[in-house]
């Protein structure tokens, strides 16, 4: 199941003019807002989804509201702060000037008093966002202030086939296998297992395997004591270690070499590892999730990875549809990211083109959400006015219409839909189907939804046959 991200403004709580008359206007927009007291601000943020915050400033104490904004300002980057003050105290106080040139130095984002509090509309407009979507799955990492730990957003079957299995398995602490193209969200979902998993108070660690040679893999993820190598001036402790207890994703774990897939499998298999130049044997407790945009099978089929290896790893699937597979996710994702970056751009978005909705909507994006998330990025940067529009991005717009790719999606459907002209006459039409579903799983890489699309039979119809194909001998288990 989906659920709506419902954006919240945060007030800090002041028993003033200002702050009455901005919760009441914001209970007229249907907006949930809410006050805190300034102890617990960084708390309030860290918990909820805050995307527009309130700071009120008085005479009395202007360097902890002062204070209060630059703790914030440092560890939200992005967050829109408002910076409010009661302008008849003011009048009668001295260092009105000054506080504000503080204020706008310590990262205010904009500055609202009483006399101008009709502001407020435009400020609600600029900054909340203006589009609930849909999210399957979100949560925030408390060690990690400023940002959402993960969000899943999206409400297609085959999205929500996907987070059903990422539930399923998070229970247990055997490795998982993440496999899908590249961008789409191969490692929000690996945050994800974690965090539904009971190791979820424990670290989550990451190496990207494909940024570092064999030397430097093998000393990032055991470590290396002090002198194992030149350079090596102090013990140092790897990656394993520190997430004892938690998770290590290994991302991109074809980039490995088999040299070090033999040492991998021995750490996975006993759970103990010396450091690099050590001989003491250090025992973990890590659960290990692995990633991969390419197809593993043939990885060890090439020769390019190790077969003991992979069943190590492959003890559970997760394959991500990419999004040319799940085309209705698209007007989410796109007032998603425009949520996230309309506020930078200090834009009003109200509408999306509907002809660069059409264009999208055909696209391939062989580079997936990432690629997704920069065009609207670039659409929101260049652009002007209240509708997304690809009209001032006239190099996308050509890119996104002479990709090879979608030149060859349609003639993709229609191979799909019209077969070869005598190729089956003599065989009976169960064995074609048969061969039909066999082939199609096979190129699926086993995966049932996605064959089941494919084939244009739903998931319980391809199911039974299956099941009668294990009865007959036909497809193994």
């Known amino acids: ?37 300034r102890t617990a601000v960084i708390k309030q943020l860290k918990k909820n989804t805050i995307s527009l915050l309130f700071l009120n400033i008085t005479p009395q104490q202007p360097e902890t509201s002062l204070d209060l904004l630059s703790n914030v300002r440092k560890q939200y980057p992005q967050l829109p702060i408002i910076m409010t003050l009661e302008a008849d105290v003011w009048h009668s106080a001295c260092g009105l000037v000054e506080t504000v040139t503080k204020a706008i130095r310590s990262g205010c984002t904009e500055l609202l008093t009483s006399e101008n509090i009709n502001r407020i509309k435009t400020l609600v407009e600029t900054y909340m966002p203006k589009h609930f979507v849909a999210c399957c799955a979100q949560k925030a990492d408390p060690n990690r202030p400023g940002s959402n730990c993960y969000q899943i957003i999206g409400k297609s079957p085959a999205l929500l086939h996907v987070v059903e299995l990422a539930k399923r398995i998070a229970v247990s602490s055997a490795p998982v296998l993440i496999s899908g193209e590249s961008g789409t969200g191969k490692e929000l979902f690996s945050q994800m297992i974690h965090y539904a998993s009971p190791r979820a108070d424990g670290p989550f660690i990451k190496v990207n395997c494909a940024s570092l040679s064999e030397s430097l893999l093998e000393s990032e993820l055991f470590g290396h004591e002090k002198g194992a190598f030149t350079g090596a001036c102090i013990q140092r402790k790897g990656r394993f270690e520190a997430a004892n207890g938690g998770t290590l994703l290994l991302d991109e774990i074809t980039e490995t070499p088999l040299s070090f897939q033999a040492k991998l499998l021995r750490v996975l298999e006993m759970q103990s590892f010396e450091r690099v130049g050590g001989n003491d044997t250090i025992d973990i407790d890590v ?73 999208f909507t055909r696209y391939s994006w062989p580079g997936n959400i990432r690629q997704l998330r920069n065009a609207v990025m670039t659409s929101l940067v260049l652009g002007t006015g209240p509708t997304l529009t690809l009209g001032d991005t006239s190099w996308m717009l050509d890119e996104l219409k002479l990709y090879p790719e979608i030149a060859q999606a349609p003639a993709e459907t229609e191979s799909r839909n019209s077969l070869p002209s005598g190729q089956f006459a003599g065989y009976q039409l169960q064995d074609i189907e048969k061969q ?37 001998g036909v497809l193994s288990r």
């Open 1 to 37: 199941m989906s659920e709506k991200i419902i954006p919240q403004a945060l007030l800090v709580e002041t028993e003033t003019f200002m702050t009455k008359a901005i919760l009441q206007f914001m209970a007229k927009c249907g907006i949930c807002a809410h006050t805190t007291p």
């Open 287 to 359: 659960r290990v999730i692995s990633t991969s945009n390419q197809n593993l099978a043939q990885a060890v089929r090439d020769g390019a990875f190790r077969l003991d290896l992979y069943y190590r790893l492959n003890g559970l699937r997760l394959v991500i549809p990419p999004l040319k597979e799940r085309r209705e996710d698209l007007p989410e994702l796109i007032w998603h990211f425009v949520n996230l970056y309309a506020p930078q751009t200090q834009r009003i978005i109200k509408a999306v083109d509907p002809q660069m909705m059409q264009l």
């Open 436 to 472: 039909a579903i066999l082939d199609t799983l096979r190129h699926t890489d086993g995966n049932q939804v996605q064959a089941a699309k494919v084939l244009g039979i739903s998931d319980r119809t391809l199911r039974g046959k299956i099941k009668r194909y294990r009865q007959e």
